[in-house]
């Protein structure tokens, strides 16, 4: 997307910068500013609900970079996030490992088990790969849910989430939250801009004339699936905590299904999407909460058996209108947009 009138770049790195000009900058020194002070004023529900925001956004970036700039279409990507938290959870328990240990191993135990499944699911393509990986998500759900060490299907417990000998509370924890989405996004917008990002784009375009320029197929997709696991296993790593207890039937292939709808809704290939098909997914459920919590009041008669369902009815419509009328995601028709703003009143 071209600069504002009468800002231009005079070398290659400003080009390729992520932030370009003051403006930029400032807006988004002012928008952690306010992100940060939310946990302040928000009441508990809205906090609650900010922090599994933050961390369905680090879990959707990974399957961004699998999805969106690979194009390997993953429908068991919530399974890599079950990985991240029962490594979280069993480390912490069994062998008292504190919480800073167990981030990194928790991103990298998932990261390893998505190779272990990648490496015969990117010799396929197609129909194929999106079968592949749904089988992952029921076979990892599985060996978790069937294995008594693990504590079957009722889950196990996790440790509290202690940081210089105090209890993290929900404010400190919507802080930690935003650390790790900001530095979430920090590496995935980096990866875009490097030589191992500008091979997952050309494999995702066109993998046929990538191979014959020299870019190893193999290699690149496992990369994308080790990496995007990598940040599933984060997000699982913030959701153990975050809970408190964790079962096999949290991250369900309902909650697969959701990420790759917020991939499609936001705009696969761009970050900014990603981040933009979470919000409106996430306000959406919201939205259609407090819509069910009104109706059943009027109608309890059939609160039962429509309203509970009502959250997925409305996933399903907003993601196939999206499909249907803009297939590029509401972060294109935002930049487009801007576009008419900055030339507005003309035309050209």
Same mark, same amino acid.
């Given at each position: 997307?071209?600069?504002?009138?009468?800002?231009?770049?005079?070398?290659?790195?400003?080009?390729?910068?992520?932030?370009?000009?003051?403006?930029?900058?400032?807006?988004?020194?002012?928008?952690?500013?306010?992100?940060?002070?939310?946990?302040?004023?928000?009441?508990?529900?809205?906090?609650?609900?900010?922090?599994?925001?933050?961390?369905?956004?680090?879990?959707?970036?990974?399957?961004?970079?699998?999805?969106?700039?690979?194009?390997?279409?993953?429908?068991?990507h919530?399974?890599?996030?079950?990985?991240?938290?029962?490594t979280?959870?069993?480390?912490?328990?069994?062998?008292?490992?504190?919480a800073?240990?167990?981030?990194?191993?928790?991103?990298?135990?998932?990261?390893?088990?998505?190779?272990?499944?990648?490496?015969?699911?990117?010799?396929?393509?197609?129909?194929?790969?999106?079968?592949?990986?749904?089988? #992952?998500?029921?076979?990892?759900?599985?060996? +978790? !849910?069937?294995? @008594?060490? *693990?504590?079957? &299907?009722? %889950?196990?417990?996790?440790?509290?989430?202690?940081?210089?000998?105090?209890?993290?509370?929900?404010?400190?924890?919507?802080?930690?939250?935003?650390?790790?989405?900001?530095?979430s996004?920090?590496?995935?917008?980096?990866?875009?801009?490097? #030589?191992?990002?500008?091979?997952?784009?050309? +494999? !995702?375009?066109? @993998?046929? *004339?990538?191979? &014959?320029? %020299?870019?190893?197929?193999?290699?690149?997709?496992?990369?994308?699936?080790?990496?995007?696991s990598?940040?599933?296993?984060?997000?699982?790593?913030?959701?153990?905590?975050?809970?408190?207890?964790?079962?096999?039937?949290?991250?369900?292939?309902?909650?697969?299904?959701?990420?790759?709808?917020?991939?499609?809704?936001?705009?696969?290939?761009?970050?900014? %999407?990603?981040?933009?098909g979470?919000?409106?997914?996430?306000?959406?459920?919201?939205?259609?909460?407090?819509?069910?919590?009104?109706?059943?009041?009027?109608?309890?008669?059939?609160?039962?058996q429509?309203?509970?369902?009502?959250?997925?009815?409305?996933?399903?419509?907003?993601v196939?209108?999206?499909?249907?009328?803009?297939?590029?995601?509401?972060?294109?028709?935002?930049?487009?947009?801007?576009?008419?703003?900055?030339?507005?009143?003309?035309?050209?």
């Amino acid at each position: 997307m071209g600069l504002p009138c009468g800002v231009f770049n005079s070398r290659p790195e400003e080009d390729m910068a992520i932030v370009r000009t003051k403006t930029q900058w400032f807006l988004i020194a002012l928008g952690i500013a306010f992100a940060a002070t939310l946990a302040i004023y928000l009441p508990m529900d809205w906090l609650v609900w900010l922090i599994m925001l933050g961390i369905y956004v680090v879990a959707v970036l990974g399957l961004h970079i699998v999805t969106g700039l690979c194009g390997q279409f993953s429908m068991g990507h919530s399974a890599f996030m079950l990985v991240g938290a029962y490594t979280t959870a069993l480390l912490g328990q069994k062998y008292g490992v504190p919480a800073w240990g167990t981030l990194p191993l928790a991103g990298l135990f998932a990261g390893v088990v998505g190779l272990v499944f990648a490496t015969p699911a990117v010799r396929i393509k197609g129909f194929y790969l999106v079968m592949a990986t749904i089988a #992952a998500q029921f076979i990892i759900q599985w060996v +978790v !849910r069937e294995g @008594d060490w *693990a504590g079957g &299907v009722y %889950g196990t417990p996790v440790p509290d989430l202690v940081f210089f000998g105090k209890i993290v509370d929900y404010r400190g924890f919507w802080w930690l939250t935003l650390v790790v989405v900001l530095a979430s996004i920090y590496f995935v917008k980096n990866l875009q801009r490097t #030589a191992t990002g500008r091979r997952l784009v050309a +494999v !995702r375009d066109n @993998d046929l *004339a990538a191979e &014959v320029m %020299g870019v190893n197929l193999f290699q690149t997709k496992l990369l994308a699936f080790f990496v995007g696991s990598f940040f599933a296993g984060i997000a699982g790593w913030l959701w153990a905590y975050f809970m408190g207890h964790i079962t096999p039937l949290q991250f369900d292939f309902k909650l697969s299904l959701m990420f790759l709808g917020m991939v499609i809704v936001g705009g696969m290939g761009s970050t900014t %999407g990603a981040i933009f098909g979470t919000v409106i997914l996430r306000l959406t459920e919201k939205l259609v909460d407090y819509i069910s919590a009104a109706l059943s009041d009027a109608f309890p008669g059939i609160a039962v058996q429509i309203f509970p369902a009502m959250s997925l009815i409305v996933f399903a419509a907003v993601v196939m209108f999206f499909i249907m009328v803009e297939p590029r995601g509401a972060y294109h028709r935002f930049t487009r947009f801007k576009i008419f703003y900055r030339l507005h009143p003309f035309s050209f």
